[in-house]
Every structure is written in C-alpha cells, then in structure tokens.
C-alpha cells in the first residue's frame, strides 16, 4: 500500500489528452515538489518531471505536471504509440523520512 | 555520459547476506547523492535507500532499515548496498540512481532472488 495513491491504468486514442492524478498528504506532497518517472516496457524508470513541472533535457513538452494542495498530475497531450508505459508520481515524504513513489499507472494507447 | 552499471545480484538463500555494487562513471561521483530503488517482478517502484555525496547522512526505508547498510567509496566511484537477513519478499531488481534529493539517471538494475 503506497502512501501516494495513483489510478491503476489510463488509456486513449491517439492525439488525446491523458491525465494521471496522484494523491498524498500533508507530509509528502503537501510540503515537497514532485516527480515523475516513465517506464517504458522492459527498460530502468526515466525522470520524465521534476519539480512539479520541469522537464529534463529531451523530454518533449507534451508532458506537463502541475501539483495543488496534496495532489499532482500529469498530462499526455497529443497521445503516441511509443507512450504506452507506466508512469509513477514520487516525492519525498518528511514523516516517514523518505522518498515515496505511488503505485503507477499502466497508460495504454488504444 | 552517466552510466551506472550495478553487480553482485544472485540467488542467495533467506537469512543470506548479499552485497551489491554500482559502478559510477561520466559524472563527478563524489559530488552526487544516490539512491538505491528496487522492483519486485510485476510491481511497482520501491525507494530503498539514499546515501549523501560525502556519506554523512543516509536514509532508509522502513521495510529494510536494521537490515541493509548504504555505503560509498569516492575513490572507486562505486556505490554499495550491504543486505543482510534478506527475506523473500527482498525478491527485485535492485537499481541505482543518481541524484542529490531524488532519483534523477538509473542503471539498469541486478536482479535478487531471495528463495530457499
């Protein structure tokens, strides 16, 4: 059971606009940025957004990330094949002293 | 480039010890935080440890603190990730990740079977 909670799958057609909420709490996402990552089938997790809403060099700008309150998202727009993957919120969390990810979101692209 | 590239992974029975490395190249090692994640099969991401550029502060995740040790040596640019007591829930692809807060570039894992 994370502690940063994250719809299971999400899905669309091509060209749409795709958006994974993640939930925490006051000691996680409440007071610290957060992160996503991508995982593409088979390969190591990529840092995909940083700080709420930066994103590393040669990341395409069809991600965003935005964060309000204890909660975050991130958005696919203009949805491609080579987006199917799952993608995991994280950030640090100040009661457990950790870093926390959520469970991931399986994105499917019909 | 940064490349991470860990070792040390195996089949080690439950109560075993096992130490895993990560060697570092393509960035100044001693001046980054890294971290130690793991990945069940078929699971999520897990946040196991992060060590700080000079080792001075460490961290742990509850489900491995008392058990797993985090260490660096500067010198070797390499990582460490000392497991004791390992549990067969311990079972993932152990990776490490490059970051002074978060896990920023990782490698691409050793795998850990923990089974009698």
């Known amino acids: 059971q994370s502690v940063l909670t994250q719809p299971p799958s999400a899905s669309g057609t091509p060209g749409q606009r795709v958006t994974i909420f993640c939930s925490g709490s006051s000691s996680n996402i409440g007071i610290n940025t957060v992160n996503w990552y991508q995982q593409l089938p088979g390969t190591a997790p990529k840092l995909l957004i940083y700080s709420n809403n930066h994103r590393p060099s040669g990341v395409p700008d069809r991600f965003s990330g935005s964060k309000s309150g204890t909660s975050a998202s991130l958005a696919i727009s203009g949805l491609q094949s080579e987006d199917e993957a799952d993608y995991y919120c994280?950030?640090?969390?100040?009661?457990?002293?950790?870093?926390?990810f959520g469970n991931g979101t399986k994105v499917t692209v019909l | 480039q940064v490349k991470l590239v860990e070792s040390g992974g195996g089949v080690v029975q439950p109560g075993r010890s096992l130490r895993l490395s990560c060697a570092a190249s393509?960035?100044?090692?001693?001046?980054?935080?890294m971290h130690w994640v793991r990945q069940a099969p078929g699971k999520g991401l897990e946040w196991v440890s992060f060590i700080s550029y000079d080792g001075s502060n460490k961290y742990y995740a509850d489900s491995v603190k008392g058990r797993f040790s985090i260490s660096r040596d500067n010198s070797k640019n390499t990582l460490y990730l000392q497991m004791n007591s390992l549990r067969p829930g311990d079972t993932a692809v152990y990776s490490c990740a490059k970051g002074n807060t978060s896990p920023g570039y990782w490698g691409q894992g050793t795998l850990v079977t923990v089974s009698s």
């Open positions: 393509g960035f100044t090692f001693s001046s980054s935080g």
């Open positions: 994280a950030t640090w969390d100040d009661s457990l002293n950790g870093y926390v």
